[in-house]
């Protein structure tokens, strides 16, 4: 082991990710994943949801876990803010997947990372979803996203580790770009 | 209170709802929002997540909670598996938001709810995350919700719920149509 890889580690397994970006370029049928979350009604504005197994690799997966989640609205809203808002969860899955590849990306290029704190702020005019405007949009009119991050780097370095996980990241694509949502409904 | 209103109790205050779509009509200013998250990064993939604060009605609102979360990836990825992927998360945050609307419009339609349940799945290639193919999205190739409703109502009622739900919802929005996306980073 060099002196270079005894001393970065962010916790990455870099060499993993590389071996299964090899294995799947051979099979790329095993690249296909399904990830899934289940949904429950509790009354109100307020729902619980399971985050469980999940299909790839040509499989499905089980987890040896799930995870649970409460989504509500504010009392603001009348409501009994028993979760956070669906659109605040939405910020934490960006923050999520920014914040992995920051990690992954760093380790990639031998930057040690000693920490990484991120704000977010998404800003949202409620004309839309109340029907008051129909030309104001039902979601964000734009998210900022501030990183502070102190690592074994320049500034320019750690600017670029944020702008390759911005380029590889899924729910930055997901936010940015328009994705199809087909929804079905059965009477039970 | 007539037959009706006594009758259906889905715990969605509309009266509150009309209320203050009434008085944001009238001062628009105070309908502009900001929703917030911050995060920590832990190691690995893995970061914590906090809710809490947001503006609104042209004031900070505290909250007297906050809500936090944890993302990672699974073990089939050579993490730690200590959260739900951030993807897992958006789909999350699409189903309290649908749920959330579903709720509130049977209020306001006088449909009593009796069990609300989804499933949701998106589709992802990873060729798109690993880099392994460019002309492949990061982000899912397209998201199906399954809603399973009890409520004393048609199928075409059901079904007409949902409809309206998604045409309000924020999340639906976030994830159908492009957002602006703004990244600062600086050097702690």
Known sequence: MS?????????????????????????????????????????????????????????????????????????????????????????????????????SVAQNRGIQLRSVKATLEGGMDLQGILGIDSDVRNGFDGIRVNYEIDADASEDEIAALVAQSQKRSAVFDIITNPTDVHVAVAKA
Chains 1, 2 share one sequence.
């Open 3 to 103: 002196v270079q890889e005894a001393a970065v580690d962010n916790g990455v397994n870099v060499g993993a990710i590389l071996e299964a970006r090899d294995a799947l370029s051979a099979t790329p049928e095993a690249a296909r994943f399904k990830w899934r979350a289940s949904s429950r009604w509790i009354g109100g504005t307020h729902s619980q949801h399971r985050v469980g197994d999940f299909f790839g690799l040509g499989a499905e997966q089980q987890r040896d876990k799930s995870f649970t989640f409460e989504t509500d609205h504010p009392e603001l809203f009348a409501s009994e803010d028993r979760g956070a808002t669906p659109v605040e969860v939405v910020l934490v899955g960006l923050a999520g997947c920014l914040s992995a590849g920051i990690a």
